[in-house]
């Protein structure tokens, strides 16, 4: 009897122990260990996990890859749009220019010249803006200036900042200044125009 009992006893401490495992967040099987090693490291619980991570990894070095390129995609299509807008301004110009005898194109001003008449503006994509027109007679004199100094016209400077051709008028109410981008094609241009103002002053 006292065997039977002692069976029973150990039968329903072993039944206890089973129950007090539905408690572990894995199933039995999947413990390496005995069960008097338990709780095991938070360390143990997060590798499982690490198995559905990988898939992300190639996305993460992909999403670096994309970051990288970013600034250069922005580069690019801000390069494509200037062009695009310079081509604009350009047609612009040819439609505007078919008017005038001789005429000029610059990022920073065109202009055009019918007899002793010149006009003069902004190149935009909508066409010439804040256009000024004046006469030659009314021109007392005309001078290159390179950052803001009168040069030679049969020596002038090989570089410069601020590049302009200078309309003083009998008046001397007033100058117009007509920027220009190289200091070849200012001189070009000044050297014209004051053979121009000879003619009418003559």
Excluded: C
């Excluded at 338990?38 to 360390?43: E, K, R, S, W």
């Amino acid at each position: 009897m006292e065997n039977g009992k002692s069976n029973l006893i150990g039968r329903r401490k072993r039944e206890k122990g089973r129950r007090k495992l539905t408690h572990y967040p894995l199933p039995i099987t999947h413990y390496p260990l005995p069960i008097t090693h338990y709780p095991l490291p938070i360390t143990h619980y997060l590798l499982p996990i690490t198995h559905y991570l990988l898939p992300i990894t190639p996305f993460k070095y992909n999403m670096e890859r994309g970051l990288f390129w970013l600034p250069l995609l922005a580069v690019f299509i801000g390069l494509a749009w200037a062009g695009w807008n310079e081509y604009q301004k350009l047609e612009a110009y040819r439609f505007w220019a078919q008017q005038f005898q001789k005429n000029k194109y610059d990022i920073y001003a065109v202009l055009g010249i019918n007899e002793d008449r010149i006009t003069w503006g902004k190149p935009t994509r909508k066409g010439t803006e804040n256009i000024q027109t004046f006469s030659l007679k009314n021109v007392q004199n005309i001078r290159v200036i390179v950052n803001g100094v009168s040069v030679d016209l049969e020596k002038p400077p090989s570089t410069g900042g601020v590049i302009a051709v200078e309309f003083f008028f009998f008046d001397n109410s007033t100058t117009v200044r007509i920027p220009f981008t190289q200091i070849s094609l200012a001189v070009e241009w000044g050297k014209y125009l004051q053979q121009q103002l000879q003619v009418f002053h003559s």
